[in-house]
């Protein structure tokens, strides 16, 4: 199954991702989580993590706190997102999601 990158215009977007791996990581649905928006602005996370004008990834980290977890979304050639020091969702720029276990 091929989905499209986290973040392009046919993807996940990261802010939604963001949602799914914290639920992933508390073993709940994302519903049962607090709005994101509480915490940070997801159209700024979105933005930041969009693909350039070119297509390439962007390069970079974010930490934040969201609902009581510790968020870093790191960027090189993949999109990693680690909740409380766990590795929970990795995304190739050109692959599959993969969600790593926790």
Not at 14 to 35: G, H
Not at 39 to 66: K, M, N, Q
């Amino acid at each position: 199954m091929n989905n499209p990158p986290i973040g392009s215009a046919d993807g996940v977007s990261v802010s939604v991702a963001i949602v799914t791996a914290v639920a992933s990581y508390r073993n709940v649905v994302s519903t049962e989580l607090p709005p994101l928006y509480e915490w940070i602005d997801p159209d700024a996370v979105d933005a930041l993590f969009e693909p350039t004008r070119t297509g390439g990834p962007r390069h970079g980290r974010l930490e934040f706190s969201y609902a009581g977890h510790e968020i870093v979304l790191e960027c090189d050639d993949r999109l990693t997102i680690t909740v409380d020091g766990t590795p929970v969702v990795e995304r190739s720029c050109a692959t599959e999601l993969e969600s790593v276990s926790v």
